[in-house]
C-alpha cells in the first residue's frame, strides 16, 4: 500500500512558475514508478509526466516537454513537478499516482494503483 498526498498548488500568472511536491508513505516507494496527471473541469484525466523507480527515465506529455520536470528523491519519499513558463491551459487539478513494479513509466491513467487527492493549480492571465 502507498498513500500520497500534494502538495504546492495554487493561483500564478501566466508565464510563472509553480512546484508541486507529493509524499509517499511506505517503505517500498523506490521500487514504483510514479506520475502525474491532470485534470480540468468537463475534461478526462489525462498523462503529463513520469518517473521511473531507479534510473530516473523520464516521459512527459507534449504539451508540457520543455516547460515541466519531474523529478524524485527516494531518501525522502517525494517526487516533484517543477512547472515554469504556465499557461492558461495548464489550469487543472494535479494528481500524483504510483505504478506498482515491475512496469512503469507508463501514460495511462489505469496502470496506476494509488492516487494521491489532488490539487489545484489555477493559471490567470
Known amino acids: 500500500q502507498v498513500q500520497l498526498v500534494e502538495s504546492g498548488g495554487g493561483l500564478v500568472q501566466a508565464g510563472g512558475s509553480l512546484r508541486l511536491s507529493c509524499a509517499a508513505s511506505?517503505?517500498?516507494?523506490?521500487?514504483?514508478?510514479m506520475g502525474w496527471f491532470r485534470q480540468a473541469p468537463g475534461k478526462e484525466r489525462e498523462f503529463v509526466a513520469a518517473i521511473s523507480n531507479i534510473f530516473g527515465i523520464t516521459y512527459y506529455a507534449d504539451s508540457v516537454q520543455g516547460r515541466f520536470t519531474i523529478s524524485r528523491d527516494n531518501a525522502k519519499n517525494t517526487v516533484y513537478l517543477q512547472m515554469n513558463s504556465l499557461k492558461l491551459e495548464d489550469t487543472a487539478v494535479y494528481y500524483c499516482a504510483a505504478d506498482p513494479p515491475p512496469f512503469g513509466p507508463r501514460t495511462v491513467v489505469s496502470s496506476y494503483d494509488y492516487w494521491g487527492q489532488g490539487t489545484q493549480v489555477t493559471v490567470s492571465s
Open positions: 511506505g517503505r517500498t516507494f523506490s521500487t514504483y514508478a
